[in-house]
């Protein structure tokens, strides 16, 4: 199976040693990715993107990989987004205001709109974060109300619901032309029952958390049928080893390694290889309208033993840590 | 406030050094505890009852306490069950052939039904983990199908959902004359979102899985009422700590040396102190008929500040550990 172009649309890189650990394995095997901005302090200015970008291109070497920067979200002048819109894929919104009481996020959202109004005049994509405070498990579902209000507010805005976890956003992708979304390999694979139904498995503890086997379900069907408006995005998160296994970790899976092998694997099983290409590169190329650089990833079934950790500074358990997965990357050209 | 010869019908003790450790925790406060039988192997013989008792009565020195054994469940013949029932107040179940299927775990419950109508006949009490094998939300109200069945095709048998922790195995206690229930602590307090919401806590990880917001306004609105079917029952669980902060924990909270002034923090705050009495002791004594050790337990709003563990040779980490609890026990009188 050849894959040209492949694409993460989500992807945390983080900073300083860590990106020194990280970046390249995500750059070896991805023709680009969109970088998230959450760093501490986030990358809210056009100077903080273009020294992010830098030190992302240094971390990543010869690699041909193409950073695909974001803003965080606040309040931005047109002057400023004029400013940056050539040098970013989009604006990163964390509804931190949100409640449960979707009435109560929309208006939290209200102080919003002025941004997301220019944004939408000037054609700056919304990547979301949809999540209110509520219920674990319903926290996705009541974000739904807010996606509705944004899609019909800003018809024309492009708005991207980032790593999707139920049935239910999956539906909305079909009732608003304007609303998009990615998906993570690890919820096209787990359910909650996978992190707490027999013992409790950090590694696989991730926001969203994983829900139930009918939204899995929901979220496989369309990623295999290569959805027009589903994209790869593996929301991959590197969390040193420490800060997983103590007692109250921290939320995130990390994929990067290893999500094209288990991608290949899970499409072929499934009898829909030819779809892996649009699921993986061409949707995200023809939403975002990116032309990235070309490379060619050769995937092969052929068994790789996952290593326990990446890195050796801080290092990092990945999914799939010590088992062996059926397919492998044969080679990359780019 | 004074609590009368307090009960925990639901309590594991488990063995050797551990049981050294944390007998003694329950047998102060308590009056007495309804002792589960999963040890490895599990206690499924009369001999085997008389020596875990004898080793109980060990641990605990002089401390006024009755131990209420319980048989591990499997095929008993009529005489067996003739000898054993003058020491037990129970036999305790875990269908592990039950599964998400109802019927299949109807059809798993099958095979036990001779014994459990020789049960029946004897007044012998059953107690059940009433669990599938489903998805982890969906295991109890899954499983809700035996206990119907159960009840009605022993309606003389005296059943115990142990454990309950949704709202419809709540309402399932007023279908049936002959069922019964008890629940947690943890359960009355803690949801999901305590468990995965924010950062993943082991420490509050249990089987049953905490559920959802409106399955803990059930129970604890029954706890509250001192519902007559229902009944305290901690099901405190010490696994050494390294068993629960390593990758991939065990599952159990401890909640013995704290139970009783978390339980009267939580009954007073809801103007229902005078509920208490009969929740944690007055509707176990007429359920199963026994009458407990006279011991006098008052409690003062006094704040206590909860250990960040109990014991010496393997530690275990109790719930609200290195917190500060608004209710202290004052003195006891046995």
């Avoid at 220019?118 to 919304?126: H, K, T, V």
């Avoid at 829900?211 to 589903?230: F, G, M, T, Y």
């Avoid at 499409?267 to 649009?278: D, R």
Wanted: a negative charge; hydrophobic letters at 45%.
């Amino acid at each position: 199976m050849i894959l040209n172009s492949p694409l993460d649309m989500h992807l945390h890189l983080r900073d300083g040693e860590m990106l020194g650990q990280v970046g390249k394995l995500s750059a070896e095997s991805f023709s680009g990715a969109v970088i998230m901005p959450n760093l501490v302090p986030p990358v809210d200015r056009l100077d903080m993107v273009h020294d992010y970008r830098g030190r992302i291109e240094s971390a990543i070497g010869d690699h041909v990989f193409d950073p695909f920067m974001t803003l965080f979200f606040r309040e931005y002048s047109m002057e400023e987004l004029e400013a940056a819109k050539p040098h970013i894929i989009g604006i990163k919104l964390y509804p931190a205001g949100a409640t449960t009481n979707s009435e109560a996020g929309v208006k939290a959202i209200d102080a919003a709109e002025p941004t997301i109004r220019r944004m939408e005049e000037l054609g700056i994509p919304l990547l979301i974060h949809g999540e209110t405070h509520g219920f674990v498990m319903d926290r996705e579902k009541e974000f739904l109300e807010i996606y509705r209000h944004l899609a019909t507010t800003f018809p024309k805005l492009r708005i991207t619901m980032e790593h999707i976890t139920t049935a239910d956003a999956v539906k909305l992708l079909d009732e608003y032309e304007n609303l998009f979304a990615t998906v993570t390999l690890q919820h096209l694979l787990i359910t909650l029952d996978d992190v707490a139904g027999g013992m409790l498995n950090p590694h696989l503890f991730c926001k969203p958390i994983a829900k139930r086997p009918e939204d899995r379900a929901a979220l496989l069907d369309a990623a295999l049928k290569a959805h027009p408006k589903l994209m790869f995005g593996s929301d991959s998160a590197p969390h040193p080893r420490h800060k997983k296994e103590c007692c109250g970790c921290a939320a995130g899976v990390f994929t990067a390694p290893i999500a094209l092998q288990v991608l290949a694997d899970l499409f072929t099983k499934n009898g829909c290889a030819e779809n892996l290409q649009a699921f993986i590169s061409d949707n995200a190329q023809r939403i975002y309208g990116v032309t990235p650089p070309a490379k060619k990833v050769k995937l092969v079934q052929r068994p790789f033993d996952v290593p326990a950790t990446y890195g050796d500074v801080d290092p990092v358990v990945p999914m799939y840590a010590g088992e062996t997965i059926a397919w492998s990357i044969e080679s990359i050209d780019a």
